[in-house]
């Protein structure tokens, strides 16, 4: 047939019907589709959970399996850990010179799972019954660290920024799981180291995050500096540092710790 036959739809009709398609394929491409929004790599290393959630998972360091105190050191002069280990369990040494105990390690970022016990026979009260402690980073024999309190708060007033569960004298915890003495509990903690510039300035402060007994009692508070018993807190510069438990210097009964074990997030 001769173009010019052809009256004006037919002419164009089939460049219409390619714009059409064409524009069709352009509205599709721009259509989202749920590939665009996955990712595929890089794939999370595998991890095998311990058979409860108290046991340590494959990549975590144990710092206390019930056997030895290895992993622990004097926080005073770095000799070997002169605590008591038994029954599976390590309990404080409140003998005059024996002290704090600290890890031989050195940690910046990390998820901590740490198990205590206030003994049946707890006596004393307010910050003298069963007081111990979990110094997140131990950053020197002359500072005071970063304290998660323990403490027996079953039924034991005293102010609430120096409960169990609290970061002592910064923020209590947001409500009491506590157990009755006797009863084994649990604390889940993930600690973000603060950040130093060059000069030693605070760069970011720390956070931590504490699950008391499974329940949420610290949620990413930012701490103002070292937990201090007298005055302000206040920052000082560090990088790794270890994790302290406290040999408190009241005259309770002494308490124990076990399933000790960390993951480091670096
Ligand atoms: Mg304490």
Redesign the pocket.
């Known amino acids: 047939m001769k173009l010019r036959s052809l009256r004006f739809p037919q002419v164009f009709a089939p460049a219409f019907l390619l714009l059409l398609a064409t524009g069709a394929v352009a509205q599709q491409a721009a259509q989202p589709k749920p590939e665009d929004t996955e990712v595929w790599q890089p794939v999370p290393k595998i991890v095998t959970p311990g058979a409860t959630d108290a046991q340590p998972p494959s990549d975590a360091i144990v710092l206390f399996n019930g056997t030895n105190e290895d992993e622990w050191v004097s926080a005073q002069d770095h000799t070997p850990a002169r605590w008591f280990v038994h029954d599976g369990v390590l309990t404080v040494n409140k003998a005059p010179g024996v002290g704090n105990i600290e890890t031989r390690r050195r940690f910046r970022d990390y998820q901590l799972h740490i198990e205590w016990k206030i003994p049946t026979d707890i006596t004393g009260s307010g910050?003298a019954r069963g007081?111990?402690?979990v110094f997140l980073a131990s950053t020197g024999p002359g500072d005071s660290g970063y304290?998660l309190?323990?403490?027996d708060s079953y039924n034991n007033a005293t102010y609430v920024n120096g409960q169990a569960g609290s970061i002592?004298k910064q923020s209590p915890p947001l409500v009491n799981p506590d157990r009755p003495p006797g009863q084994w509990q649990t604390y889940d903690v993930i600690w973000t180291a603060p950040r130093f510039n060059a000069d030693g300035s605070l760069k970011t402060p720390a956070y931590v995050t504490v699950f008391f007994n499974g329940v949420l009692v610290q949620n990413h508070f930012a701490l103002k500096g070292q937990t201090l018993y007298i005055g302000q807190p206040f920052y000082k510069a560090y990088d790794t540092a270890p994790i302290k438990l406290?040999a408190?210097s009241d005259k309770s009964e002494p308490i124990s710790f076990r399933n000790i074990w960390v993951r480091e997030l670096n």
Do not use: D, P
């Open positions: 910050q007081n111990s402690g304290e309190q323990v403490l002592y406290q408190h």
